[in-house]
Nanobody
């Protein structure tokens, strides 16, 4: 059974930091791309970042470039999202998701349509 479990959300003041974790199981971690998405109330789900071990690349939405860093610990089958310089606009439920990577794929790795497996989400609230 495929499982993705997020943790690390919480309440933080603007300018602060949080690190989210996505613990995965049930699939071959190295063969999958793992993405982080977020959804704020009344807004569409937005792709934040993606990491692909198979092709050795990371991707970021423009809104988080320079502030967020995605990384993975392949020994622990876990992906992290370090979020620095947080803003109130970063407030959302954050989800991690996975899809089996295709090295020849040339589409948008931050599109949620590509992802097959999803976690339950963790709330991030940034106060002003």
């Amino acid at each position: 059974e495929v499982q993705l479990v997020e943790s690390g959300g919480g309440l933080v003041q603007a300018g602060g930091s949080l690190r989210l974790s996505c613990a995965t199981s049930g699939f071959t971690f190295d063969d999958y791309a793992i993405g982080w998405f977020r959804q704020a109330p009344g807004k569409e789900r937005e792709g934040v970042s993606c990491i692909s071990s198979r092709i050795g690349s990371t991707y970021y939405a423009d809104s988080v470039k320079g502030r967020f860093t995605i990384s993975s610990d392949n020994a622990k089958n876990t992906v992290y999202l370090q979020m620095n310089s947080l803003k109130p606009d970063d407030t959302a439920v954050y989800y991690c998701a996975a899809y089996e990577e295709d090295p020849h794929y040339a589409g948008d790795r931050l599109s949620d349509r590509e992802y097959d497996y999803w976690g339950q989400g963790t709330q991030v609230t940034v106060s002003s």
